[in-house]
């Protein structure tokens, strides 16, 4: 075994992969497209926590089926929500803090709006919409700047 | 260089933006192959990172290792959309008739029959071999920072495994009776 063999069969597996496997065209464009999203109005609420992938904390039962919750945050205002799916639609219960009444609008990253609602006065919004596969929430109040939030597979 | 191609971008260049893709992708699509997504899946993983990125042009605070932060992003993104999956087949949420998962790669397209005994060969790695092989053989040949964060696997040990795997490939082969 030398490191010379390596190298070669190393090779003979990235010219085998670079042609049964490249990377399509497609995925390309819609990477360079992608830069059409780039927000400069709003302040970015980040992905701080997704149930689905974040460890549970200890002594917490992770369950497969139990409702997917996600927080988001920005310097001044955290979003959480409770994903659920219901047969073709999703459904999202959400709460802003601070609490207040503002516009929630769920966006697709074809450029479609799928819903929008106003908070109640506790911060409190229910979303539904058919599905998407990533979405991302747009929050605008009357005397703030707007927040959007990180993009949300779903 | 990428500094200046990084900071154009954030400030508005698409000619920028255009270079970081091209450079990047060969990369963020091995990343989400080598996690066994099926081809839908990987180009999904792969547009969420760059949706990322575009978040996040102004904060990446260390220009040199945007790769190794495209390599970590997309990583989480495969867990996310392996857990989604499974998530969707646990409450029968899913279509029976869709592609299956497991196998990336079309054999059709593996004409020479040196091809498909390689490509067989590789496919009875354990998961972790075939994991780095994959990334190894980027295009864009990544650095060993970029993959130890795709992989979450610590620098220092990439080298020995690589060695182990390619040893383990090797003898898989013979054992196929390629020469």
């Given at each position: 075994?030398?490191?010379?063999?390596?190298?070669?069969?190393m090779?003979?597996?990235?010219?085998?992969?670079?042609?049964?496997?490249?990377?399509?065209?497609?995925?390309?464009?819609?990477?360079?497209?992608?830069?059409?999203?780039?927000?400069?109005?709003?302040?970015?609420?980040?992905?701080?926590?997704?149930?689905?992938?974040?460890?549970?904390?200890?002594?917490v039962?992770?369950?497969?089926?139990?409702?997917?919750?996600?927080?988001?945050e920005?310097?001044g205002?955290?979003?959480?929500?409770?994903?659920?799916?219901e047969?073709?639609?999703?459904?999202l219960?959400g709460?802003?803090?601070?609490?207040?009444?503002?516009?929630?609008?769920?966006?697709?990253?074809?450029?479609?709006?799928?819903?929008?609602?106003?908070?109640?006065?506790?911060?409190?919004f229910?979303?539904?919409?058919?599905?998407?596969?990533?979405?991302?929430?747009?929050?605008?109040a009357?005397?703030?700047?707007?927040v959007?939030?990180?993009w949300?597979?779903? | 260089m990428?500094?200046?191609?990084?900071?154009?971008?954030?400030a508005?260049?698409?000619?920028?933006w255009?270079?970081?893709?091209?450079?990047?992708?060969?990369?963020?699509?091995?990343?989400?192959?080598?996690?066994?997504?099926?081809h839908?899946?990987?180009?999904?993983?792969?547009?969420?990172?760059?949706?990322?990125?575009?978040?996040?042009?102004?904060?990446i605070?260390d220009?040199?290792?945007?790769?190794?932060?495209?390599a970590?992003?997309?990583?989480?993104?495969?867990?996310?959309?392996?857990?989604?999956?499974?998530?969707?087949?646990?409450t029968?949420d899913?279509?029976?008739?869709?592609?299956?998962?497991?196998?990336?790669?079309?054999e059709?397209?593996?004409?020479?029959?040196?091809?498909?005994l390689l490509?067989?060969?590789?496919?009875?790695?354990?998961?972790?071999c075939?994991?780095?092989?994959?990334?190894?053989?980027?295009?864009?040949?990544?650095?060993?920072?970029?993959?130890s964060?795709?992989?979450?696997?610590?620098?220092?040990?990439i080298?020995?495994?690589?060695?182990?795997?390619?040893?383990?490939?090797?003898?898989?082969?013979?054992g196929?009776?390629?020469?």
């Amino acid at each position: 075994m030398t490191n010379h063999e390596n190298d070669d069969l190393m090779r003979d597996l990235q010219d085998l992969l670079g042609r049964a496997d490249p990377v399509p065209d497609a995925v390309v464009e819609a990477g360079k497209a992608a830069y059409g999203w780039r927000t400069i109005d709003a302040d970015l609420a980040e992905l701080l926590a997704d149930s689905i992938v974040d460890k549970q904390p200890a002594g917490v039962r992770s369950s497969g089926t139990g409702p997917r919750i996600v927080t988001f945050e920005s310097e001044g205002l955290t979003i959480d929500i409770e994903v659920r799916k219901e047969r073709r639609a999703h459904r999202l219960l959400g709460q802003i803090d601070p609490p207040g009444s503002v516009t929630v609008t769920v966006e697709l990253d074809d450029g479609a709006v799928a819903a929008t609602t106003t908070s109640d006065e506790l911060g409190r919004f229910e979303l539904r919409f058919d599905e998407g596969a990533r979405i991302r929430l747009r929050v605008d109040a009357p005397a703030a700047a707007s927040v959007v939030s990180a993009w949300l597979p779903l | 260089m990428l500094e200046t191609t990084l900071s154009a971008a954030a400030a508005g260049s698409t000619t920028a933006w255009d270079a970081l893709v091209e450079r990047y992708s060969g990369l963020v699509w091995s990343v989400a192959r080598a996690h066994r997504l099926s081809h839908a899946d990987a180009a999904d993983v792969v547009q969420t990172t760059w949706l990322r990125l575009v978040e996040n042009l102004d904060r990446i605070r260390d220009p040199d290792k945007v790769g190794a932060w495209l390599a970590t992003t997309a990583r989480r993104e495969c867990l996310r959309a392996i857990r989604l999956k499974a998530r969707q087949e646990l409450t029968g949420d899913i279509d029976l008739f869709e592609e299956p998962v497991a196998d990336p790669i079309d054999e059709p397209i593996l004409i020479e029959e040196r091809d498909g005994l390689l490509w067989r060969a590789f496919r009875t790695l354990g998961d972790r071999c075939q994991e780095l092989l994959r990334l190894l053989a980027a295009p864009t040949e990544p650095s060993y920072e970029e993959i130890s964060a795709a992989l979450d696997m610590p620098i220092g040990a990439i080298g020995p495994t690589r060695g182990r795997c390619l040893e383990q490939l090797r003898v898989r082969l013979a054992g196929m009776g390629a020469v």
